[in-house]
């Protein structure tokens, strides 16, 4: 696994996104309810646009006797550019407000009117206003009032050019106003004149502004969508901020690279196996066969994970409670027991014991006294009656279990350690086909770690996403320096079970409760590295 300042990898940013989706979704939906109550209490505006159309100002620089200027792309775009700067200059913000009243000043209709170019000679004039009407009135009014104005600079424009054009007509003889240049003069002067009196104007009104049904802002809906993707921003920093504050142990691989161990199995999540441990006390219950495959597979796996020896005394370990470690070797123990094989399930935990309890065993002699010497192995040992599935076949499987004991000794971690115990073990590694060791937490007390080297394998359960990773940091440094024959790790409580290679089998999701039988889900679909 990569490490932290390493980042993530897609696989794991995957991961992320599945652990932290509810606080990204509900980032979401405060940000884009936020957005929306924001907008929704924010003041309603309008906006109405009227459009003004220009014409060329080649003509009238012809008619006063000027040069036209070059036509072309970049006269069109000074020609846009010099009607919009004639639109805005002017004191057209006081005449409106004087003409409209309503309680308008020079200052609000400046600031509700902007002006924009549209195409080459369309100048857009917006007008924005709480009020619709009120909008449509002054973008109409400011319109008709611009071309108002032109008209009048226009008259006088052309007023002024045939002025100009009589008095150079009067410098001239008779004979010249009838020569090459006159005649030109005289010309000028009658299409000015004709132009004067019909009140030629090169703009006017194109489009008169429509009252607006719908207010141009707030604008609700994006500003609700900007919000729920403001949202989704910062759900993302939350989440990848929190999976870097997070030390628990995330997924399956965590365990291999923390304890560098092979994985000898992954248990999801499912509600089968905590129904199964409450349902059938007094009796070891059937799963149904994703589940009961699962614990067939990590038994499998064991028996063959190293052929030059037999592995008979297996202790299943785990660094802290809550782990499902008990429920495991439980289950790992019945699986074993329904292929034939001579099984006993061993509890050392002498502090919180819960086999007993799961198993509806009597009240009785238990490990505690067999170590004092009080009774003998077989005993306190006690048989249990598996049941079959439907069609199976196998009749008559037990599973002998020998429970910590009804009265719990106040050493537990001397007894452990005592000769009893080992010879103990060596009966029962004489009389059985394979011992499942349940222990207590490693972490949380030292009563088993004498057992550590006694045993032929040792196999360390986290759970993915409740183990912190210091706990199991601290497990592995105390293992390694142990001596201990390490065997692998089971993933307990993963949501995505391991990789199946079969094409289309699709692994059901197995629980796994935690030690006192009651929690957590799993499936199984196991990956072994050698």
Known sequence: MQQDSEGLNFEQALGVLRRRAPLILLCCVLAGAAAFAFSAHQTKKYTATASLVFGKNSLNQQIAGLSASSSGSGSSLGQQASDLELVRLGNMAATIASLLGRGLTEEKVRESVSIAGGESSVVDISATSTSPVLATEIANTYASQFVKVQRLANHQYFKSALALVNRQLAKLSPAQRLGEDGLPLQERAQTLSLLTELHYNNVQVAQEALAPTSPSSPKTSRNTAAGVLLGLLIGLGLALALERLDRRVKGPEDLEAIYRLPMLGVVPESSALAQSTERNRGRGSVLPPAEAEAFSLIRAHLRFFNIDRELCTILIASPAPGD???????????????????????????????????????????????????????????????????????????????????????????????????????????????????????????????????????????RVGRSRRDAAERLHQVLASSGAPLLGVIANGSKSGGPSPYPGNSSSSPVVPSDNGISASNDLTPTVKT
Do not use: W
């Open 324 to 462: 499902g470690k008990t429920t495991i070797a439980r289950r790992l123990a019945e699986a074993a027991a329904r292929l034939g094989s001579r099984v006993l399930l061993v509890e050392v935990d002498l502090r919180h014991p819960t086999l007993a309890q799961q198993f509806d065993i009597e009240s009785g002699p238990g490990l505690a006294d067999v170590l004092i010497g009080a009774v003998p192995r077989g005993d306190a040992t006690r048989s249990v009656t598996l049941e079959v599935a439907p069609g199976e076949g196998a009749k008559g499987r037990t599973l002998d279990v020998l429970a910590a004991g009804a009265v719990l000794p106040p050493n537990p971690g001397e007894l452990l350690e005592s000769p009893a115990m080992n010879t103990l073990l060596e009966g029962a590694k004489s009389a059985y086909d394979f011992v499942v060791i349940d222990t207590p937490p490693l972490i949380a007390v030292s009563d088993a770690f004498p057992l550590l080297t006694r045993v032929d394998g040792v196999v360390i359960v986290g």
